[in-house]
């Protein structure tokens, strides 16, 4: 018997951690006992520690993961009877180096902040997220209010208030003032445990607290781990308490502490309403005891406001710069990569161009347009700027090319529509890049009214938009999240909820969780007033019209369109046509059942002009306890004198608007126009919604309410077939 | 039998700039709530906006007996160590 051949061969590396043993035998013996280990004395001893058992056929599995860059030691002996044992050498192999673990792409997280009935909230790290209130932190939300990101902490601008909110260092306090602190980006480290931080920020006024990003150990609150680096004096200091960033930190917003003893870093502005970034400089304007001014920081240090200084990266201010101050009240500011820095004010427009502390100039990009109020701006993806000016809305092109006017040719009111006032209003312009369209939004701070316009990039128009006051619109950030479904377009509404426009949504949501609570979106577009009597002297006749609504057939791979509304108005004239159908005294309506092509409506329409009117079904709900019982949904039927009219899903009984009574009453009946004697109705003053009494033979109260349930649609095409009807007298 | 007439949807939103009776294409004076995109496939044929929903189901702005806005967001990242 001889034992050779043994793989892994001898002395191997780079063995993969799931090798199997196998060796050759010159003869058969009877069984094998395998000694395998990482003690070479115990293997060649055949210490029990190693003997991993005995197996018949030539190889051996080890069944376990091997420790990767560990050396291996192994012995077979043969067993065969009557011959006696025979040992092999003791051979060895290495394993393979751990491989280097794939880089970790993500290390970072992303959080939204926000701030109402002066709060602060962030996202906690729940999955979804949430928003919790980060306690302590007493802003002022009656005021005009920015925040903004830098170097991982939330910088607020709240007039008087300015805050820091802090996600990322350690604040260490301090058992006794220092004399002198560590200056900003230096190290300190504590004895003993010899955790170390670069300092971050130490507060004028304020040498008992020092905040710093720990980049090793952990600090601790014993009175010997005395902290000592840079200019730290004296060096018996300790922390007497330590917080981590786990709940973030809150403080003003203030200058560096000195170290020289001289005034280092400057001084705060007073006030500021409008803060950002630009070129690593934190900026602030919107100071109402100096409104032409603004502030930028030290590149890449908020805490110095020392402005003037000989170098180019230093804090700079209007006054102290060649640049000199905006030429008009400050009422927004617009950062755009390092190339420029637009100041809007009520009437102009002013770009900084170049940094101010190295030379450059600050410049009235266009007289006579500005920007009405801090939010009343935004950016596409294509670097395209919009502003909202008193005379309407402006796209600025890239590169600031070019001012082009966007409403004056097509709604030359846009800006006396909106009844633009900034003193009254929460005016703000939102990029939505998903959507491909800027929501404009005008909300009445007192009332939370609001008027809207969705203008899409694509066919650049613009569509008005109402919303429940609950929804409407006060401020917006887009959520350029890592997980998609949480990548959007954020609004904060006016009842201190945080909203989005989901396509999911057929309703408006504006409850809050302790009441939960929708109302239907009222949609509608006017179809013309098209020309369909050949000219101002000819009538037409529209014999038959036929919607399509999208999602083909019922079901399908295509989502369906739920129903749509229609009404039909005719006129001599086209302004006739638009005012009937402001009145909603259609010729003829209903609704067509979606989704995909209806049964063509063989109703007659007679005018030189036409239009139809398309949207949400508008539906009613009728309960109580009635007989008859008149109960049931009641859907958008057309027009009855003057007003729309509604009839009950099996067309048994309507909601109609009675004109010939003093006063007029809204009636439930079996029939438009059909009411006294003998029958059974109910009524009431308007509005239609609410409880109607009953009258002739009809018992119980009706209750008439909107639904709760919402609807959406989409549209194909709406085709009429329309023919000459003779000369119009 | 007739002609027939296409009423296509508005995609160039809403106009008021023109005579009544010379309307633009693709235009409309009265319109609300509709986009040009509908929510159901985000075709370019016409449709209901998006509803409203709420983004987080904490209530910020909660106030006993009053509710006060959302004023300000932003967001922040934070380096992972």
């Known amino acids: 018997m001889a034992l050779s051949t043994p793989s892994p061969a001898h002395e191997a590396t780079d063995i993969a951690n799931n090798t199997t043993l196998s060796w050759a035998d010159s003869v058969a013996s009877d069984y094998y006992k395998v000694f395998f280990g990482t003690n070479s004395a115990e293997v060649t001893a055949k210490s029990v520690n190693v003997y991993r058992g ?164 952990t600090f601790t609150t014993n009175e010997a781990d005395t902290l000592s680096g840079d200019t730290m004096s004296p060096t018996t200091r300790w922390s007497a308490a330590v917080a981590l960033p786990t709940t973030p930190h809150h403080y003003t917003w203030g200058v560096y502490a000195d170290v020289t003893g001289e005034d280092e870093f400057g001084a705060m502005p007073p006030r500021a309403t ?15 005891i100096d409104p032409h001014q603004w502030y930028l920081s030290r590149q890449m240090n908020p805490y110095d406001m020392m402005y003037g200084e000989d170098d180019e990266q230093a804090a700079v201010a209007g006054t102290d710069a060649k640049a000199g101050k905006v030429g008009d009240i400050v009422t927004a500011s617009i950062p755009y990569s390092d190339d420029y820095k637009l100041y809007g004010s009520i009437g102009d427009l002013w770009v900084l161009r170049g940094d101010p502390a190295a030379g450059g100039n600050l410049d009235c990009l266009i007289e006579g347009i500005g920007i009405i109020s801090q939010s009343a701006w935004c950016w596409d993806d294509a670097g395209n700027l919009y502003i909202l000016d008193l005379k309407g809305m402006y796209k600025i092109t890239r590169g600031l090319a070019a001012i082009e006017p966007m409403t004056s040719d097509k709604i030359p009111n846009f800006t006396k529509d909106l009844a633009l006032n900034p003193e009254t209003q929460r005016i703000v312009l939102s990029f ?169 409506i063989r109703r007659k329409a007679r005018g030189v002009f036409m239009a139809v009117r398309v949207g949400s079904v508008a539906t009613y709900v009728v309960t109580g306890t009635l007989n008859p019982d008149a109960t049931g949904n ?23 608007w009675c004109s010939s009574t003093s006063p007029d009453y809204w009636i439930i009946s079996t029939a438009a126009g059909v009411i006294g004697g003998p029958i059974a109705y109910w009524y009431r003053e308007s509005p239609e919604i609410g409880n109607y009494a009953a009258a002739g033979t009809a018992t119980g109260t009706a209750t008439v309410a909107a639904p709760t349930e919402g609807k959406t649609w989409g549209m194909e095409r709406v085709l009429a077939e329309i023919e000459p009807a003779g000369r119009k007298k | 039998m007739g002609r027939p007439l296409i009423l296509q949807y508005p995609m160039m939103g ?37 509803g409203w929903a709420k983004a987080y189901n904490q209530h910020m702005g909660y106030v006993e007996g009053a509710n006060v806005p959302v004023c300000a967001i932003c967001q922040v990242t934070i380096v992972e160590l």
């Open chain 1, 432 to 600: 939505d890049p998903a959507k491909q369209g800027i929501v404009i939004s005008v909300t009445t701070i007192e009332t939370g009214a609001n008027v809207n316009y969705f203008y899409d990039l694509q066919s650049e128009g613009f569509s008005p938009e109402t919303y429940p006051v609950q929804d409407a619109v006060i401020c917006s950030h887009y959520y350029d999240a890592d997980d998609p479904e949480q990548r959007r377009l954020l609004f904060g509404s006016y009842d201190g909820h945080m909203r989005i426009l989901d396509p999911a949504s057929k309703n408006d949501d504006t409850g809050s969780m302790a009441s939960p609570a929708t109302e239907v979106i009222d949609s509608y577009v006017l179809l013309g007033p098209v020309m369909i009597g050949g000219n101002h002297n000819w009538m037409g006749r529209m014999n038959s019209l036929t919607v399509v609504t999208a999602g083909g057939k019922a079901g399908g791979t295509i989502p369906d369109s739920d129903d749509i509304a229609y009404a039909v108005y005719v006129g001599d004239d086209a302004e006739t046509v638009i005012e009937k159908a402001d009145a909603d005294t259609s010729i003829f309506g209903g609704v067509i059942p979606a989704p995909g092509r209806a049964r063509r």
């Open chain 1, 54 to 217: 005995n197996v018949t056929p030539k190889a051996y599995d080890p069944r376990l993961d091997l420790t990767y860059g560990a050396k291996y030691y192994w012995l077979i002996t043969a067993v065969k009877a009557g011959s006696g044992d025979v040992d092999s050498d003791v051979w060895e192999f290495t394993i393979v180096e751990e491989a280097p673990a794939l880089p970790d792409a993500k290390k970072y997280k992303k959080k939204i902040c926000s701030a109402a009935n002066n709060k602060f909230f962030y996202d906690n790290d729940d999955s979804p997220p949430k928003q919790v209130e980060l306690s302590g932190l007493t802003l002022d939300t009656s005021k005009a209010i920015t925040m903004f990101e830098l170097d991982q902490k939330v910088y607020i601008a709240n007039d008087d208030i300015l805050k820091v909110v802090d996600f990322v260092n350690t604040k260490l306090t301090l058992n006794d003032e220092m004399t002198v602190p560590p200056r900003r980006g230096q190290a300190i480290t504590q004895a003993n445990s010899g955790a170390t931080m670069i300092v971050d920020y130490v507060a004028k006024g304020a040498l008992t607290v020092i905040y710093g990003r720990t980049t090793s150990g």
């Open chain 1, 634 to 656: 009641y859907l958008y039927a057309g027009t009855y004198n003057g007003k729309p009219y509604y009839r009950r899903e099996d067309g048994a009984y309507f909601i109609w």
């Open chain 1, 274 to 288: 409008i803060g950002d970034r630009w070129r690593g400089r934190a900026c602030l304007t919107g100071n109402s």
């Open chain 2, 14 to 50: 809403k106009n008021v700039n023109f005579a009544a009776t010379t309307q633009p294409a693709f235009t409309s004076p009265r319109m609300n709530n509709v986009r040009p995109r509908d929510v159901l496939e985000y075709r370019a044929r016409g449709g209901q906006r998006p």
